[in-house]
DNA sequence: CCCTGATTCGC
DNA sequence: GCGAATCAGG
């Protein structure tokens, strides 16, 4: 394979997106990640910056240019002759104030929802408990407490997808345990994903 | 172990 | 110019 004008731009626009050399390759096919790395490097794009031969990174974000009097309180005032009168900021009604406190948290102020629902891409629905077989889910909730608890970012071809959890809270995550070979699963989690319809027939009470 | 990008250097 | 080998890091 060769680097076709073509081949370069598919280049060009993955590498731009964020994707890793390694994605780019296998969508590029007869190369390696090395030769895509190594193709970057000659096209000069490696900072992943558009243009941009200079400043590093851009990483925009809250602005937060402010010194920001970090110690709140406001301790400027031109009048402080009025202690009671309006606090500039009630702080919550917290009961017990007594905290050590570190900084307010700069950024953090958005409320960031975190719902991880993958959003897509065939992951199985939760089978009834009630439509398995009592010896695979025994191996399931076992296999389970050993989870690497996996975030979507970090699964990869040869982890398993499984979801545990619920979607709507934080308290999710992905099995991530070696998954069987052309599986999405790990064995625990195939036994319970693929069974013979023999076996899911009349299982429901 | 899996992965990432960066660099080198013979071709 | 190319990319395997290697390095350095997560």
Redesign the pocket.
Known sequence: ???TDER?ETLKRM?AE???????AKELG??????????????GL???VGSNGSQPEPEDEAPAPQPAPVAAAAPARPEPSRPAAEPPRAAEPRPAPERPTPAPAPVATIPLRKPVVPAGQPLPPQPSANEISPEALASVREVEKRAKRLTLMEL???TCKWPIGDPATEDFWFCGLHSMPGKPYCEAHVGVAFQPMSARRDRRR
Request: hydrophobic letters at 40%; glycine letters at 10%; proline letters at 0%.
């Open positions: 394979m060769s680097w370069v590498w964020g994707q890793s050399a390694s994605q780019i007869g190369v390696t990640r090395n030769a895509v790395i190594g193709k970057v490097h000659r096209l490696s900072n992943r990869t071809e040869r």
